[in-house]
């Protein structure tokens, strides 16, 4: 019992990971003691979070624009070259984009359906033969998707794009699960609620207080709450779980 939730040894990539929900995971895989690399746009910022992360253990940064097609192939690539199997895959970079519906252009359909889904997608099939390498019945490997809350209740902002796109994740979470299942891969969704991170900055500056008293537990969400989850669910802990949707937010979504 004393290794159910152990992640020691294992190698994981979480995109997203140089800040917000992202980082979050990765500095608690990272203190876990598990091997991280840590994918973002920004090479500068992706480096120095990983040297940060490295004084607590061993994180890689690798610079993609997961939004390319072409960025999303390399990137496997390199995982691959460097490690050939992969125990854990955290799919959470993602766009947001909030406007009227009036005034929504379609460029942010484009924009962020096609980083928050395709690229999901297109990087876990391009990973699964390094997942399929790292993976046991007994331990598979594990995909961990980032959705949100967005995708299970219709938000408060005009978010239209975003919230279609996290429900599309919740769903392609649920379809991958069934295909690779027979691989030795299982797939999960997480989907947070309100979070301090990038993304979330100017709501809660905005709207903090109203969101954190309308909470049912009362608070916004912490990090180890992040780390928590997806500890559970790349360790021995989670192995028997596959194509589920775990809300983590204070129970706003499961108690309204």
Same mark, same amino acid.
């Given at each position: 019992?004393?290794?159910?939730?152990?992640?020691? &040894?294992?190698?994981?990539?979480?995109? &997203?990971?140089?800040?917000?929900?992202? *980082?979050?995971?990765?500095?608690? =895989?990272?203190?876990?003691?598990?091997?991280? *690399?840590?994918?973002?746009?920004?090479?500068?910022?992706?480096?120095?979070?990983?040297?940060?992360?490295?004084?607590?253990?061993?994180?890689?940064?690798?610079?993609?624009?997961?939004?390319?097609?072409?960025?999303?192939?390399?990137?496997? &690539?390199?995982?691959?070259?460097?490690?050939?199997?992969?125990?854990?895959?955290?799919?959470?970079?993602?766009?947001?984009?909030?406007?009227?519906?009036?005034?929504?252009?379609?460029?942010?359909?484009?924009?962020?359906?096609?980083?928050?889904?395709?690229?999901?997608?297109?990087?876990?099939?391009?990973?699964?033969?390094?997942?399929?390498? /790292?993976?046991?019945?007994?331990?598979?490997?594990?995909?961990?998707?980032?959705?949100?809350?967005?995708?299970?209740? +219709?938000?408060?902002?005009?978010? =239209?794009?975003?919230?279609?796109?996290?429900? /599309?994740?919740?769903?392609?979470?649920?379809?991958?699960?069934?295909?690779?299942?027979?691989?030795?891969?299982?797939?999960? !969704?997480?989907? +947070?609620?309100?979070?301090?991170?990038?993304?979330?900055? !100017?709501?809660?500056?905005? =709207? &903090?207080?109203?969101?954190?008293?309308?909470? +049912?537990?009362?608070?916004?969400?912490?990090?180890?709450?992040? !780390?928590?989850?997806?500890? *559970?669910?790349?360790?021995? !802990?989670?192995? *028997?779980?596959?194509?589920?949707?775990? +809300?983590?937010?204070?129970?706003?979504?499961?108690?309204?």
């Amino acid at each position: 019992m004393k290794d159910l939730f152990s992640i020691q &040894g294992k190698t994981a990539l979480v995109t &997203g990971g140089s800040s917000g929900i992202g *980082y979050m995971i990765a500095r608690g =895989f990272v203190e876990a003691g598990a091997k991280v *690399y840590i994918a973002s746009r920004k090479q500068d910022v992706c480096e120095e979070v990983a040297a940060e992360l490295s004084e607590v253990g061993e994180c890689i940064p690798l610079a993609a624009d997961l939004q390319l097609d072409s960025e999303c192939v390399r990137l496997s &690539g390199e995982i691959k070259s460097r490690e050939g199997a992969l125990d854990i895959l955290v799919n959470n970079a993602g766009a947001n984009w909030a406007a009227p519906m009036s005034e929504f252009p379609s460029s942010a359909w484009d924009k962020v359906l096609g980083l928050n889904v395709k690229a999901v997608f297109e990087l876990t099939r391009e990973l699964v033969p390094a997942l399929e390498a /790292a993976g046991t019945s007994e331990d598979p490997a594990r995909v961990i998707n980032i959705g949100s809350i967005d995708g299970l209740t +219709p938000p408060l902002l005009d978010t =239209f794009s975003y919230s279609a796109s996290k429900a /599309a994740v919740h769903h392609l979470t649920r379809v991958l699960a069934k295909k690779l299942a027979e691989k030795n891969i299982t797939v999960n !969704a997480v989907a +947070p609620g309100p979070f301090q991170s990038r993304m979330m900055k !100017a709501t809660l500056e905005n =709207f &903090g207080e109203s969101i954190k008293d309308s909470t +049912p537990l009362g608070r916004i969400g912490r990090p180890e709450d992040m !780390a928590g989850i997806a500890i *559970y669910l790349a360790s021995r !802990a989670g192995a *028997y779980v596959t194509g589920a949707v775990i +809300p983590v937010d204070g129970g706003n979504s499961t108690t309204t």
